[in-house]
């Protein structure tokens, strides 16, 4: 699908995973919208490298907590280049907080970020896909959505969530040809980390089988995979991307 005319949108994609995503797509031949709740300078950058690639950049913003603000951003990709082949849904936090502590925001923020947000994407593109008969959306969950983490009952249940989602979505949009996976990361570098004591840090890289950390290429191959032909048979799965964490 990712032929020199494929159209990529990206959540989150001011940073981290999302970031390495769209410029991955972008090496793939894609054209490239990045949509993210801010614009700030890393924005910039993402677009910069994308059109350095020589593809085709835009940036759209919006919070996917806000249905209206999602709508909004897929007409506008909708009226600027006619289709959306790729969907990656990258945007997400954390509010960690054990639950006899955790409070309403803190469970909401992140069920409607990293939960609902992934619903209104995936619901915005999905009549576009449908009638191309063709498609590609790659959730990302965590692996942590799978196993459970203490100190992240808000979050395990979203990224749960996103893989309940996705395995429901894959069957509604088989019969179109569009296929939807999830990947399922470990510990891998970005700023989402940022807010995790030093101790939490070590435990986490104590678990992982290949001694290290992620690296967002480590994922974005990975999704840039699943957004190509060669992964046309693949849909409704689970990838894990951990070095090894989870097992
Ligand atoms: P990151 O903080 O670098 O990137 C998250 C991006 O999401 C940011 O650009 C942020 O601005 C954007 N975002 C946040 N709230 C938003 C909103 N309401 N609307 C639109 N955009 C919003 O973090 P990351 O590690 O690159 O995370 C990417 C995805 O990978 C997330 O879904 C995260 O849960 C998941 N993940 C990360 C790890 C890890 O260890 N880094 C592990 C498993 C899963």
């Given amino acids: 699908m990712t032929d020199s005319t494929s159209i990529a949108l990206v959540t ?3 940073s981290g995973i999302g970031k390495c995503v769209a410029e991955l797509l972008a090496r793939d031949g894609c054209n490239v919208a990045v949509l993210d709740h801010e614009r700030t300078e890393q924005s910039g950058c993402v677009l910069d490298r994308i059109q350095s690639i020589g593809q085709e950049a835009c940036h759209l913003k919006a919070d996917v907590r806000k249905d209206h603000e999602v709508r909004a951003a897929v007409a506008t990709l909708l009226d600027r280049w006619g289709q959306i082949d790729i969907l990656v849904n990258c ?9 006899w502590k955790m409070n309403d925001d803190q469970w909401r923020d992140v069920i409607d970020v990293d939960l609902t947000g992934v619903f209104q994407c995936c619901r915005a593109v999905a009549p ?3 009638t191309a008969k063709s498609g590609s959306i790659v959730n990302i969950s965590s692996i942590n959505g799978m196993r459970g983490k203490f100190g992240q009952t808000n979050y395990s249940a979203a990224k749960a969530g996103v893989i309940g989602l996705t395995k429901a979505l894959a069957r509604e949009l088989a019969r179109c040809n569009v296929t939807v996976n999830a990947v399922a990361p470990g510990l891998i570098e970005t700023p989402i980390l940022d807010g995790m004591s030093e101790e939490a840090l ?7 089988l290949l001694g290290r950390p992620g690296q967002v290429e480590d994922v974005g191959e990975l999704v840039s995979f ?22």
């Fill in 226 to 247: 699943l957004c190509s032909d060669r992964a046309r048979f693949i849909t409704g799965e689970v990838i894990r991307v951990d070095g090894g964490q989870y097992i």
């Fill in 91 to 99: 945007a997400g936090i954390v509010r960690d907080q054990v639950i």
């Fill in 202 to 208: 070590s435990a986490a890289v104590a678990e992982i």
């Fill in 12 to 14: 989150g994609g001011n």
């Fill in 128 to 130: 576009t896909m449908r």
